[in-house]
């Protein structure tokens, strides 16, 4: 049995001799060597991969623009599937856990995975996808979605995957963004029990949308709508096809995928991440945070529709020849435990969630968890929000049993891997503190006068040159974006992260929060700014603001103040924004209130104070409100509020 880790007299926790002992890194000394030369130290690990033709110059910078490992040529199915035969073709790549309980799992070997990778790469190859072409991926967590990824990464077609619980419209402007002309989708998936219908979100999206044919996964059985014209099978388009598809040479530089993620702005950001350096930080990172083995079985129980998933469900483990778990449903169905079952019965040693999952798994109670003894978990992981000491303390203490450590990651869309974490091999870990920037990555925190606060006091995030390979390339098709969100505050030679952090007095960084107009709700990523643009498209709607307030379990929960187009407005105004909030991003981007008020606090120049209206809401203390065009409107806010609750 593990020993437990008792934390010092600071209430630092560092690894025990034996945690130390089986880490791929444990010597701190890696910090400063990768500081010395951080490109040369980026080249050594990318050198533990396997190029088709070795890179000529390992960096350049042109700001805002930058590129890794020129003249490289790889393919990143070569790495994560290929170079793993012969010595791993039995062993399983990943273990697909359906949620119906009384279904079986599905285990893919890697001699599997790459046949099957093949067969689909030769399927879209026979419709017509070439390198460079657009593919769409909107499916739920079933097999068949890493093989769609990877099938695209084999040939060098660029796909992108949708978040599978995104409203049609979502999927629409984002196969419009790409121009993809094939998507792959499912006829449905279970989400707590009940089958729902994907085709039919599908059918919806591709409307006004050039996509020419739609490969559908008969997963649930369901009743969907067929054209004969776009629809086909994907049992029918892999039947026959080869075992065997060459992976095409790609340039370091070329697009892997395309990634959506809601920034300030109405319309989501198409983020792009480029083959090389994409897969030598997904390759390092799983490697060096979460210490994959080749005994580990690594659950993230992130979807796949998020960066989280496409890193860390797929290239990260696939890579390091571990194996990882699918799970298609939610963590708490059919019981409160099936999480806890999971771990149980695939013998998990490193299990990676967010904070809104450990929260909700709190709230179930601490009995709950006392009849699993969790002996196989090695690792703890949390990702996506920040996570307070109370959630840190019971994670360590409930399911790691004192015995794991908890890597805080922190990363996002852009990043591509994860760039801050104190490594388990290393530490120190401090509970709500993500800890140190990996080797090799600098980062800093500074005011809005490009000062360094003191030392706890918060500031913005910001990524020195030379950044991270992982680090995203541009914005699709929107290079003005790309420029503005990250290289405008600071200058062209300093990535702005959008985040608030501070360091203590050991260098360790907390993450406070975003500063800009995105939330994270049960650690999604949702923009406000997004949520608006739907409110404002409703024809009784004039004008709205949209923000976050805390949420005991969700983090942070979305609630709208609505001016309706009539001053008595029809009682379900309240409904009807929420359903086309709904219907136009999702579910998860569920108002949890709208209050439907004559008139929004405003400057004298016109902008809208969100500041107050969440101070309102929290029911803090208002301050100075002499800059108000309209301090009348607060009182009468206030009221609205106060009624709303009472109901
Ligand atoms: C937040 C998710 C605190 C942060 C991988 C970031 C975190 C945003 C952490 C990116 C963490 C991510 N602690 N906050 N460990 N990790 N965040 O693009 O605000 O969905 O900017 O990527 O999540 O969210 P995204």
Same mark, same amino acid.
């Not at 007299?9 to 990768?34: D, M, Q």
């Not at 709508?225 to 530089?253: F, G, T, Y």
């Not at 198409?270 to 390092?284: D, F, K, L």
């Not at 029911?619 to 800059?627: F, K, N, P």
């Given at each position: 049995?593990?020993?437990?880790?008792?934390?010092?007299?600071?209430?630092?926790?560092?690894?025990?001799?034996?945690?130390?002992?089986?880490?791929?890194?444990?010597?701190?000394?890696?910090?400063?060597?990768?500081?010395?030369?951080?490109?040369?130290?980026?080249?050594?690990?990318?050198?533990?991969?396997?190029?088709?033709?070795?890179?000529?110059?390992?960096?350049?910078?042109? *700001?805002?623009?930058?590129?890794?490992?020129?003249?490289?040529?790889?393919?990143?199915?070569?790495?994560?599937?290929?170079?793993?035969?012969?010595?791993?073709?039995?062993?399983?790549?990943?273990?697909?856990?359906?949620?119906?309980?009384?279904?079986?799992?599905?285990?893919?070997?890697?001699?599997?995975?790459?046949?099957?990778?093949?067969?689909?790469?030769?399927?879209?190859?026979?419709?017509?996808?070439?390198?460079?072409?657009?593919?769409?991926?909107?499916?739920?967590?079933?097999?068949?979605?890493?093989?769609?990824?990877?099938?695209?990464?084999?040939?060098?077609?660029?796909?992108?995957? !949708?978040?599978?619980?995104?409203?049609?419209?979502?999927?629409?402007?984002?196969?419009?963004?790409?121009?993809?002309?094939?998507?792959?989708?499912?006829?449905?998936?279970?989400?707590?029990?009940?089958?729902?219908?994907?085709?039919?979100?599908?059918?919806?999206?591709?409307?006004?949308?050039?996509?020419?044919?739609?490969?559908?996964?008969?997963?649930?059985?369901?009743?969907?709508?067929?054209?004969?014209?776009?629809?086909?099978?994907?049992?029918?388009?892999?039947?026959?096809?080869?075992?065997?598809?060459?992976?095409?040479?790609?340039?370091?530089?070329?697009?892997?995928?395309?990634?959506?993620?809601?920034?300030?702005?109405?319309?989501?950001?198409?983020?792009?991440?480029?083959?090389?350096?994409?897969?030598?930080?997904?390759?390092?990172?799983?490697?060096?945070?979460?210490?994959?083995?080749?005994?580990?079985?690594?659950?993230?129980?992130?979807?796949?529709?998020?960066?989280?998933?496409?890193?860390?469900?797929?290239?990260?483990?696939?890579?390091?020849?571990?194996?990882?778990?699918?799970?298609?449903?939610?963590?708490?169905?059919?019981?409160?435990?099936?999480?806890?079952?999971?771990?149980?019965?695939?013998?998990?040693?490193?299990?990676?969630?967010?904070?809104?999952?450990?929260?909700?798994?709190?709230?179930?109670?601490?009995?709950?968890?006392?009849?699993?003894?969790?002996?196989?978990?090695?690792?703890?992981?949390?990702?996506?929000?920040?996570?307070?000491?109370?959630?840190?303390?019971?994670?360590?203490?409930?399911?790691?049993?004192?015995?794991?450590?908890?890597?805080?990651?922190?990363?996002?869309?852009?990043?591509?891997?994860?760039?801050?974490?104190?490594?388990?091999?290393?530490? *120190?870990?401090?509970?709500?503190?993500?800890?140190?920037?990996?080797?090799?990555?600098?980062?800093?925190?500074?005011?809005?006068?490009?000062?360094?606060?003191?030392?706890?006091?918060?500031?913005?995030?910001?990524?020195?040159?030379?950044?991270?390979?992982?680090?995203?390339?541009?914005?699709?098709?929107? *290079?003005?974006?790309?420029?503005?969100?990250?290289?405008?505050?600071?200058?062209?030679?300093?990535?702005?992260?959008?985040?608030?952090?501070?360091?203590?007095?050991?260098?360790?960084?907390?993450?406070?929060?975003?500063?800009?107009? !995105?939330?994270?709700?049960?650690?999604?990523?949702?923009?406000?700014?997004?949520?608006?643009?739907?409110?404002?498209?409703?024809?009784?709607? !004039?004008?709205?603001?949209?923000?976050?307030?805390?949420?005991?379990?969700?983090?942070?929960?979305?609630?709208?103040?609505? !001016?309706?187009?009539?001053?008595?407005?029809?009682?379900?105004?309240?409904?009807?924004?929420?359903?086309?909030?709904?219907?136009?991003?999702?579910?998860?981007?569920?108002?949890?209130?709208?209050?439907?008020?004559?008139?929004?606090?405003?400057?004298?120049?016109?902008?809208?104070?969100?500041?107050?209206?969440?101070?309102?809401?929290?029911?803090?203390?208002?301050?100075?409100?002499?800059?108000?065009?309209?301090?009348?409107?607060?009182?009468?806010?206030?009221?609205?509020?106060?009624?709303?609750?009472?109901?």
């Amino acid at each position: 049995m593990a020993k437990k880790i008792l934390p010092d007299k600071k209430g630092l926790f560092y690894p025990t001799e034996e945690i130390k002992k089986r880490s791929w890194v444990n010597n701190k000394k890696i910090y400063e060597e990768a500081d010395k030369n951080p490109i040369k130290f980026w080249e050594k690990v990318a050198s533990e991969l396997f190029w088709k033709k070795k890179w000529q110059k390992a960096f350049e910078h042109k *700001p805002p623009f930058f590129k890794w490992f020129l003249g490289g040529k790889l393919n990143i199915t070569e790495n994560a599937l290929d170079g793993n035969l012969p010595k791993r073709k039995d062993k399983p790549a990943f273990i697909w856990e359906p949620e119906p309980t009384n279904e079986k799992p599905r285990i893919l070997t890697y001699g599997d995975l790459l046949k099957e990778v093949n067969k689909f790469a030769n399927a879209l190859k026979k419709l017509g996808v070439k390198k460079g072409d657009k593919v769409g991926i909107y499916m739920p967590m079933i097999p068949e979605v890493i093989i769609s990824m990877l099938a695209c990464a084999r040939i060098g077609a660029v796909y992108s995957v !949708v978040f599978s619980a995104f409203s049609p419209s979502a999927l629409k402007i984002r196969l419009q963004i790409i121009e993809a002309k094939v998507l792959i989708t499912a006829d449905g998936y279970y989400r707590r029990g009940k089958p729902i219908n994907l085709k039919e979100s599908a059918d919806e999206g591709i409307k006004e949308t050039m996509v020419k044919k739609v490969i559908v996964v008969k997963r649930v059985g369901n009743k969907i709508n067929w054209d004969a014209k776009k629809d086909l099978w994907w049992h029918e388009c892999v039947k026959n096809q080869s075992e065997n598809c060459p992976a095409v040479a790609m340039n370091s530089e070329d697009l892997l995928f395309i990634l959506f993620t809601s920034g300030t702005t109405g319309t989501p950001k198409g983020c792009e991440h480029v083959c090389g350096g994409y897969m030598v930080q997904a390759y390092w990172t799983g490697k060096l945070i979460f210490d994959l083995h080749e005994e580990t079985i690594f659950w993230s129980t992130a979807d796949i529709g998020w960066i989280t998933g496409a890193t860390y469900s797929c290239y990260s483990p696939l890579l390091n020849g571990t194996t990882f778990i699918l799970y298609e449903g939610c963590p708490d169905w059919p019981a409160f435990d099936r999480w806890a079952q999971i771990i149980e019965k695939y013998k998990v040693t490193v299990f990676y969630t967010a904070p809104t999952a450990i929260r909700m798994f709190m709230k179930y109670g601490s009995d709950l968890v006392k009849k699993y003894s969790f002996n196989s978990l090695k690792l703890l992981g949390s990702v996506g929000e920040p996570i307070d000491e109370a959630a840190w303390n019971w994670y360590f203490q409930k399911v790691g049993k004192g015995r794991c450590l908890i890597v805080d990651t922190w990363w996002q869309t852009e990043t591509g891997g994860i760039l801050i974490t104190s490594l388990p091999g290393i530490g *120190p870990f401090k509970p709500a503190f993500s800890g140190l920037p990996l080797p090799g990555v600098r980062f800093d925190i500074l005011d809005e006068k490009k000062k360094r606060p003191p030392i706890g006091e918060q500031g913005n995030l910001i990524l020195l040159p030379p950044f991270a390979p992982g680090l995203l390339r541009g914005t699709y098709k929107d *290079p003005k974006k790309y420029l503005e969100t990250y290289w405008s505050q600071y200058g062209k030679k300093i990535y702005f992260t959008s985040d608030a952090a501070l360091k203590d007095k050991n260098g360790l960084i907390r993450i406070v929060g975003r500063v800009d107009d !995105v939330i994270k709700v049960a650690g999604h990523r949702l923009s406000t700014g997004e949520m608006e643009a739907v409110i404002n498209l409703h024809p009784e709607v !004039v004008e709205c603001a949209v923000l976050g307030i805390p949420d005991k379990i969700k983090g942070e929960v979305p609630i709208a103040f609505v !001016v309706p187009e009539d001053k008595s407005p029809c009682p379900a105004l309240r409904d009807k924004v929420i359903n086309q909030v709904r219907r136009e991003i999702g579910s998860i981007a569920t108002l949890k209130e709208v209050y439907v008020v004559e008139d929004l606090p405003k400057t004298r120049s016109g902008k809208i104070m969100r500041r107050i209206l969440r101070k309102l809401s929290t029911g803090e203390e208002l301050g100075d409100l002499s800059t108000l065009s309209n301090p009348e409107s607060v009182g009468k806010i206030q009221i609205i509020i106060k009624n709303a609750n009472k109901i």
